[in-house]
């Protein structure tokens, strides 16, 4: 994305000179009311990390005033001031106005941009350029406005997202209109209050993707939100005023690192690769066409292993058949069978509560705008049962229980992590085991003869099942000995040694990124270099694949094509360590 510079604007030997004369005047990093710039001149933060001032996109002639990382050469911009008015010509002027406030003027000296802030003291104001990014008006005593609290496309270290429900005001990160026009593109990223704070992206108004419930550690829809991986982010909820923030900071802050939401409404995580001369980018968030808002529609499951991704949950039906089977599933599912309270209720009973039951759905997103309440675990199902419009619960011990109704929308399956989700159903809908009651009451009314005859067709169906289990679990153990002895040949690593090695899985260590997770480059302790495939929890391999994964390399390995050193199971924990060869055919190799 990043271009190096080729602007159409040609640098006259006027302006080189003045932006050579600049490297001599005195804070390099402000901009006071008698010292403003003036294209291509340009103001740098402390230490050197950052420069504000004007630029261009390759083959345009319009010009922005904004920040960019200063020290690397890929021209990198991470805030533009006028990025819905550029500058037409190099005449442009970034100031201290009369008023106090920092605006962009062009050569007639129309405002193209402004601060806005009301009732400033003039001549009092300056305007600092700080190492980490960000713009700063002052007075020499407060903060009067801050370029991150007006962001652009990039979230950037100690950046705050954030929303104060009472004064109705939000700081989000804005997408631009494509790589090389920082003009409001179609999508925003937010932190919503909900019911529980979650992270949400917009296009336009309509909410496009979200992360799931904070539960204090981690976002629970987002599938590879691991402390490992995304180490620094915090989110601070003030419930009492409305106020609410997500911001992220790692300790070792010499690493070149920021998250930009790009023009088709990706978030991506990039950092400065040196050796390569390039930013390295990851996308934790939309990752599936699952990952979109409502893909299924009400009552509808996602599930990206699967095809089509899209299946009503147990108990629904597709709304619309013909748009279901055309693969627009944006209408959903309904249910087939009322529930039991909603039918004692069309009655105005009360009774009958027990005839509703719960199926439980392992390893999900739970759905969007959940209810909340911070009863024990063993109270969600009861206070879910009462009320005739829960729909669904689920448990998480950060945050407490979860309810939902009337719709389920935004229900994902992941292949781990996740969370137990409860979908309420009528007793008719759940196991046949449990709904012995209504073969009772009709068996009673046909009489004892047929009792005996059911009981009799269902013990030999029991009997059928349990031969039937017996002989899966014996093929079952048959392979697990078999898989059993290939690993056990195979030395195992512990994760600490894995994470020493790595230094913790850190992003420079990163080689490459596939479909199953990461693969990094590390050293072991008696200096042996290695390559860590790390299988990611939301990858859909399984211990299944990844065991036979490990039976297909060992098979491989006399053939001198990689060598596998060892592997890792621990916890939800798979990894696997290979011999690290820098050349071409491992990459291949490792990232399929
Ligand atoms: C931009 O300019 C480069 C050469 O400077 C050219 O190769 C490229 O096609 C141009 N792109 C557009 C969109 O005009
Ligand atoms: C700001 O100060 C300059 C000289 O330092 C003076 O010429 C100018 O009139 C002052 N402007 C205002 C609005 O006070
Ligand atoms: C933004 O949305 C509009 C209207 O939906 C669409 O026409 C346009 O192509 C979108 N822009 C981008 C950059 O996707
Ligand atoms: C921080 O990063 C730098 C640059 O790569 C590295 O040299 C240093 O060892 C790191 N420090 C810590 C404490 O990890
Ligand atoms: C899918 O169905 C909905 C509801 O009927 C309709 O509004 C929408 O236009 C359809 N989308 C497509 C892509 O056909
Ligand atoms: C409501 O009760 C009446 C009898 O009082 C019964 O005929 C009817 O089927 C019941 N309705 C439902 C939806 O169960
Ligand atoms: C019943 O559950 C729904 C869905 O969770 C919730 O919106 C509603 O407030 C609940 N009603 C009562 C009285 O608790």
């Known amino acids: 994305m990043g271009k190096t510079i080729s602007c159409s604007v040609l640098l006259t030997l006027d302006t080189i000179i003045s932006c050579f004369s600049l490297q001599f005047g005195t804070a390099l990093d402000t ?56 500058v037409k010509d190099s005449s442009g002027i970034l100031k201290i106005s009369d008023d106090g406030n920092l605006v962009v003027l062009n050569g007639k000296a129309e405002i193209l941009w402004s601060s806005k802030v009301k009732n400033l003291v003039p001549n009092a104001t300056t305007a600092q350029l700080l190492d980490s990014g960000n ?53 925003s990223l937010s932190l919503e209050p909900f019911n529980i704070p979650e992270g949400a992206i917009w296009n336009n108004n309509q909410l496009y993707y979200r992360s799931g419930p904070w539960n204090g550690q981690k976002f629970i829809g987002v599938k590879i939100m691991h402390t490992v991986y995304l180490a620094g982010f915090y989110l601070v909820s003030d419930v009492k005023h409305q106020t609410y ?43 599936t066409d699952c990952d979109v808002y409502g893909k299924c529609g009400p009552f509808g499951m996602c599930d990206p292993t699967k095809r089509p991704i899209c299946s009503c949950l147990k108990g629904f039906k597709p709304r619309n058949r013909e748009e279901w089977s055309r693969g627009n599933w944006s209408s959903g599912c309904f249910r087939t069978t009322l529930l039991q309270c909603q039918r004692d209720n069309n009655n105005g009973s009360e009774a009958g509560q027990g005839d509703d039951g719960f199926l439980k759905l392992k390893m999900m997103k739970v759905p969007a705008f959940p209810d909340w309440s911070s009863v024990i675990y063993s109270e969600c199902k009861d206070q879910c049962l009462k009320n005739c419009s829960c729909v669904a619960y ?48 009709t068996t009673v009314i046909a009489g004892i003869v047929v009792i005996a005859i059911s009981a009799l067709f269902l013990w030999c169906r029991m009997a059928k099942q349990r031969g039937r289990n017996k002989i899966w679990r ?13 690993l056990q040949q195979l030395p195992l690593f512990n994760f600490e040694e894995l994470a020493t090695a790595t230094d913790n899985f ?87």
């Open 31 to 86: 901009i006071t009311p008698s010292k403003s710039i003036k294209d291509p001149e340009s103001i740098i933060s402390q230490s050197g990390v950052f420069r504000l001032g004007f630029f261009c996109f390759a083959n345009s002639s319009n010009r922005y005033v904004g920040i960019l990382y200063h020290q690397i050469p890929v021209q990198t911009v991470v805030w533009v001031a006028n990025r819905n008015k550029p």
């Open 135 to 187: 713009l700063v008006l002052n007075n020499g005593v407060n903060s009067l406005w801050e370029s991150f609290e007006d962001p652009s496309n990039a979230f950037l270290e100690t950046m705050k997202i954030s929303t104060d429900v009472k004064k109705g005001r939000k700081v989000e990160i804005k997408s631009w209109k494509s790589p090389d026009d920082p003009s409001d593109g179609n999508f």
């Open 245 to 287: 923030y997500v911001t992220y900071q790692y300790s070792n802050n010499s690493w070149l690192l920021y998250h930009e939401l790009d023009s088709q409404g990706k978030l991506s995580e990039r950092h400065w690769d040196a050796e390569k001369g390039e930013w390295i980018s990851w996308y934790p968030l939309l990752q």
């Open 394 to 441: 689920a448990h998480d011990d950060g945050i407490g229980c979860m309810f939902w109704g009337p719709d389920l929308i935004d229900v994902q399956k992941f292949s781990t992590s996740g969370v137990d989700l409860y979908i309420r159903l009528p007793s008719s809908e759940l196991d046949k085991g449990k709904s012995n009651k209504v073969i009772v009451i």
């Open 474 to 486: 014996q093929i079952e153990d048959v392979e697990e000995n078999l898989i059993g002895a290939k």
């Open 506 to 592: 850190y992003h420079t260590k990163k080689l490459g990124q596939g479909g199953f997770g990461p693969v990094y480059r590390g050293t072991l302790d008696d200096g042996k270099e290695i390559a860590v495939k790390r299988l990611s929890k939301a990858s859909g391999q399984g211990l299944e694949e990844f065991k036979n994964e490990v039976v297909v390399i060992s098979k491989l390995q006399h053939r001198n094509l990689v060598k596998l050193f060892g592997c890792c199971v621990e916890g939800e924990e798979k990894m696997l360590v290979y011999e690290y060869m820098p050349n071409k055919s491992l990459d291949a190799f490792l990232f399929g």
